[in-house]
């Protein structure tokens, strides 16, 4: 049965830390590219970042660049999202998902709220 499992979402302060997990099963995850995405309430889903298989390579959207870094374990089958300096406009349900060859496999989120 594959499942992506995401965690460590929560409420923090502005300027706070956060560190998500997407914990992977049910299939061969060291060869997915694996991307975090978010969705604020009344918007659209936004695409944050994203790790190649092996780690190598790691692209972000402007608004988390110097922020947020994504990182992964492979031996674990997790994928990790720090979130560092958090804005109120971060504030949105996380979600990670796996890709490769047109598979394509999503978690089920993880709420992140940034307020004071």
């Known amino acids: 049965q594959v499942q992506l499992v995401e965690s460590g979402g929560g409420l923090v302060q502005p300027g706070g830390s956060l560190r998500l997990s997407c914990a992977a099963s049910g299939f061969t995850f060291s060869s997915y590219a694996v991307s975090w995405y978010r969705q604020a309430p009344g918007k659209e889903r936004e695409w944050v970042a994203i790790?190649?298989?092996?780690?190598?390579?790691?692209i972000y959207v402007d608004a988390v660049k110097g922020r947020f870094a994504i990182s992964r374990d492979n031996a674990k089958n997790t994928v990790f999202l720090q979130m560092n300096s958090l804005k109120p406009e971060d504030t949105a349900k996380y979600y990670c998902?796996?890709?490769?060859?047109?598979?394509?496999?999503w978690g089920q989120g993880t709420q992140v709220t940034v307020s004071s």
């Open positions: 998902k796996a890709a490769r060859s047109g598979r394509i496999y």
């Open positions: 790790i190649t298989s092996d780690g190598a390579t790691t």
